[in-house]
């Protein structure tokens, strides 16, 4: 079977692409945070950092300690997003980008005629990225006969590799990954295969179809035994689950005031996301990680919804009853969605009125920049000029480019 796929995957992206901007930062071990305090967590690690055994997760002061002359840098969303997007311009001229999976990775469909040369097109690939963007943004590439090889591929050899995996290579090329490299096998999956005894790709490998249908509960299972054999396999069909956002707050948010008004936020942009992507909601979790405290957490449920003035009243309920004392970082999720073409806009004349309001308010923010209207809740809120980059959804920046009237806020709590 022939290489049908070609996976790129960005190195350490936000660390590399600080070491490209910031010539003071190569060579050195560069931590990427969302804020400046010990408090927080590392998002990325540069290879430099990864030799001391800093990774994605690391708290910043233990990652002080491990890492001599470590350069802590808060993360810059924008400038992330503004670098993606000249990958894709330098890469794109080599070959078009099939489907862009998040702000790193992404993947190429070959042409018969280019399934020989291959090699020669991921070369080039990474010589566009190298001469076009910069020499500090290093990818692993991976060349596959299915979708799911090609990205396992990139696992193999990091940085900077190159790696074909051909039918004849399987299953033994696998065999050097740990369980968690493979797509799809999380902490949770992970667990359960250490259970049914599987705890090393090899043992995976040589499980029947049968057998990895009975540990995932079904077809999933099936497919990626037949994903390991280098089946090309058409994609399922995805429908989204969740939609959610979260934020680790700055030392002057800690408080009660900022908690919320940070939270008010985060509800403000995934009910945004919510009617963008066409689903309505069902369920309210929100959250709370505290340093010296147990998680908090409340869930409520609710009417079938696009609305965020009932969102926000649904949040201000929960949280207002019982805030935690002194939260790091606080989030929520929007769960149990429901398609759009299986519901239908609300009839009573009050809720059509929020219904048509949150429309409005998106079409207003679409059209002048993020936050051009919004609920006067979060009002006096600065930070949020710099968004999170969520994984699979890179933000169009030019929307924010585009000049902005004064703010005014759409309503009072």
């Known amino acids: 079977m022939p290489a049908k796929y070609i996976f790129l995957d960005m190195n350490a992206y936000f660390a590399s692409v600080e070491q490209q ?15 400046e305090a010990d408090t927080t967590f590392c998002i990325a690690a540069s290879y430099e950092a990864r030799f001391y055994r800093v990774k994605t997760g690391t708290r910043v002061r233990e990652a002080r300690r491990m890492a001599p002359d470590l350069a802590v840098v808060q993360a810059r969303p924008r400038v992330y997003v503004e670098v993606h997007n000249r990958i894709l311009q330098a890469v794109g001229r080599v070959l078009p ?41 290093r990818a692993s590439v991976g060349i596959a006969p299915n979708r799911y090889l090609a990205k396992v591929a990139t696992e193999l050899e990091k940085p900077d590799g190159l790696v074909e995996i051909r039918l004849e290579d399987l299953p033994q090329i696998l ?5 968690r490299d493979l797509y799809g096998v999380g902490r949770r999956m992970e667990a359960r295969l250490h ?32 994903s390991l054999r280098g089946e090309d396999l058409p994609p399922l069909p995805t429908r989204r689950r969740t939609v959610g956002h979260s934020h680790v707050l700055p030392p002057e948010l800690r408080n009660p005031a900022g908690t919320r008004k940070t939270l008010l936020r985060l509800l403000h942009k995934a009910a945004a996301r919510l009617r963008r992507k066409g689903y309505w909601t069902r369920h309210l979790t929100v959250y709370a990680t505290q340093l010296e405290a147990p998680t908090w957490v409340r869930k409520t449920w609710l009417e079938t919804t696009q609305d965020t003035r009932l969102l926000l009243n649904a949040l201000t309920a929960l949280w207002d009853a019982d805030p935690p004392p002194r939260p790091f970082k606080v989030g929520l999720v929007l769960e149990h969605l429901v398609p759009e073409r299986h519901t239908s806009p609300p009839l009573w004349p009050e809720a059509r009125r929020g219904y048509h309001l949150s429309h409005a308010l998106d079409e207003i923010n679409s059209l002048y920049g993020p936050d051009t209207v919004y609920f006067a809740g979060m009002h006096g809120l600065e930070y949020a000029g710099e968004d999170r980059i969520a994984f699979g959804e890179i933000p169009h920046l030019e929307r924010a480019r585009k000049p902005q009237p004064r703010r005014r806020a759409a309503g009072r709590r």
Request: positive net charge; charged residues 30%; aromatic residues 6%.
């Open 195 to 226: 259970r049914h005894g599987v705890y090393t790709v090899r043992q995976l490998t040589g499980l029947s179809c049968a057998a990895l249908r009975r540990i995932w509960g079904g077809v999933v299972g099936e497919r990626l035994w037949r």
């Open 21 to 35: 901007l910031r010539p003071e930062l190569r060579g050195r071990p560069v931590c990427v945070v969302p804020l």
């Open 97 to 137: 980008v099939e489907e862009v999976l998040s702000i790193d990775e992404m993947r190429f469909a070959l042409m018969k005629n280019e399934q020989p040369r291959a090699r020669e097109l991921a070369r080039e690939l990474k010589a566009a990225i190298r001469h076009e963007v910069g020499p500090w943004l």
């Open 175 to 179: 065999w050097p990954l740990r369980l």
